[in-house]
């Protein structure tokens, strides 16, 4: 079984300041892990991905995440925040070989301050 | 190209009644999934549905039914709905390549509000 565990259920960050969304997973076979971001009223969006390959993978709006086995992490990253970033943020993971199953972390609320 | 359109998006229901969703995937998507999304427990996977089959189920009572048309077309259905059933319904669909990973796109969702 899959798990996924996100740090901080609200986090706070100035305008142009580093975001930092963290995300640990569990599982019992290399996953592959994805973030979206939900906005208010609105379903999910990719944000991106990791299934093989290239550790650092970046996504659109300007994060990126980094893939570390050995810390079973798979943080977001944005280098300068922007008010639009504001919205919740979930982390999932998946097993691979034509599982579709997405288990999600709890979710990140982001606040940007101006 | 068009993309998950699921109907209606709010909807209110009394306890005891049934209720039907409905999700259309993005045209050549072949299989969807559907989500329940509640404050207290998050977002828990209901089912998936794959060429007309149930390929995966998550931990919810049989209350909750679902099924796939040949045109990939998806409904959920809630029997003897609870107070507790009150939620946002989420459907995402997918290609389904192995190689590429899970890559869902999501729906607006479906607001089930039951009184």
């Known amino acids: 079984a899959q798990s996924v565990t996100q740090l901080g259920s609200h986090v706070s960050v100035s305008e142009g300041a580093l975001v930092l969304l963290r995300c640990n997973y569990s599982s019992s076979v290399p996953p592959y892990l994805f973030w979206y971001v939900q906005y208010p009223n609105q379903g999910l969006q990719l944000l991106l991905k990791?299934?093989?390959?290239?550790?650092l993978v970046k996504g659109i709006n300007g994060f990126e995440a980094e893939f570390k086995k050995s810390e079973t992490s798979f943080h977001l990253t944005k280098p300068s925040a922007h008010m639009s970033d504001a919205a919740e943020y979930f982390c999932a993971v998946s097993l691979p070989f034509g599982n579709e199953k997405l288990t999600f972390g709890t979710g990140t609320r982001l606040t940007i301050i101006p | 190209k068009a993309g998950v359109t699921q109907t209606p998006r709010y909807l209110i229901k009394t306890r005891g009644q049934q209720v039907t969703l409905s999700c259309s995937p993005i045209s050549g998507h072949r299989s969807v999934s559907w989500y329940q999304q509640t404050p207290g427990q998050g977002l828990q996977f209901l089912f998936e549905?794959?060429?007309?089959?149930?390929?995966n189920k998550g931990n919810f009572p049989g209350r909750f039914s679902g099924r796939q048309f040949s045109n990939s077309r998806s409904e959920m259905n809630v029997s003897t709905l609870e107070l507790g059933d009150s939620a946002l319904y989420l459907c995402?669909?997918?290609?389904?390549?192995?190689?590429?990973?899970?890559?869902?796109?999501f729906g607006q969702g479906t607001r089930l509000t039951v009184v």
């Open positions: 995402a669909s997918s290609l389904a390549v192995a190689e590429r990973g899970t890559e869902a796109f």
């Open positions: 549905y794959f060429s007309e089959t149930q390929r």
């Open positions: 990791y299934t093989t390959g290239a550790t």
